[in-house]
């Protein structure tokens, strides 16, 4: 089993569609959880550290549920620009130890 | 913010040559830098650990007589492939952290081994 599973994609959605990523990771020693976005052949970004609570960020809200080991993305009003890969990442509590998922690709059509 | 750069960003060599990659980080100190390499399609994968003035540490799979990593200052991580062949023709990317920085990417470099 793979330590950060997500969703295959890729998703194809039209400009002002909300889009939902899904993600799952196994070891449950893990302590802090991110959302990555990877444009092609660039390195990859930070998007958004996710939290147990919850958290939002403009259009782009993260969830946590610690329990069931599974952490969402959700993007409202899509953009032609948020067209990328979005990586799911576990880590360590430093922070030091990222784990990457394979990416699930979305694609905003006008 | 922290900036990592990284050079070369793409670079073409002939089998059996070696290449050199350049990780720095110019505006603070990187206590630690990170290797990863990347397939297409595929997850970043990390290949190495190091931390300045001591041994890289290696993940499992990875050669380190293959896949030379310096790390002589805090500012400057250097990645060699050693013997290149097309199958190490992959995207390689650097990170660093730091005491008040937290993880940064650097910006890659695609290598193509013909």
């Known amino acids: 089993r793979k330590e950060v599973e997500q969703d295959p994609g890729p998703f194809n959605v039209p400009e002002g569609a909300t889009v939902a990523f899904n993600c799952t990771y196994s070891n449950s020693a893990s302590q802090s959880f991110f959302w990555y976005r990877q444009d092609c052949r660039k390195e990859p970004k930070l998007l958004m550290s996710v939290y147990s609570s919850g958290n939002e960020d403009g259009r782009f809200t993260a969830q946590l549920n610690r329990a069931s080991q599974y952490i969402s993305l959700l993007i409202r009003d899509s953009k032609l620009s948020d067209s990328a890969t979005y990586l799911c990442?576990?880590?360590?509590?430093?922070?030091?130890?990222?784990?990457f998922g394979k990416g699930t690709t979305l694609s905003v059509s006008s | 913010g922290a900036v990592v750069s990284q050079h070369p960003s793409w670079v073409i060599c002939k089998s059996g040559t070696s290449v050199k990659i350049e990780c720095r980080s110019l505006?603070?100190?990187?206590?630690?830098m990170f290797w990863y390499r990347q397939f297409p399609k595929q997850s970043l994968m990390l290949m190495a650990t190091?931390?300045?003035?001591?041994?890289?540490?290696?993940e499992q799979g990875v050669e380190k007589d293959k896949f030379l990593i310096n790390h002589a200052s805090l500012t400057l991580s250097t990645l060699t492939v050693t013997s290149a062949h097309p199958e190490d023709s992959s995207f390689y990317i650097c990170?660093?952290?730091?005491?008040?920085?937290?993880?940064?990417f650097g910006s890659g470099t695609r290598l193509t081994v013909v």
């Open positions: 990170s660093a952290i730091g005491t008040d920085y937290g993880y940064t």
């Open positions: 505006d603070f100190q990187a206590t630690t």
């Open positions: 190091s931390n300045e003035g001591s041994k890289a540490t290696y």
């Open positions: 990442v576990a880590a360590n509590q430093a922070g030091t130890a990222l784990i």
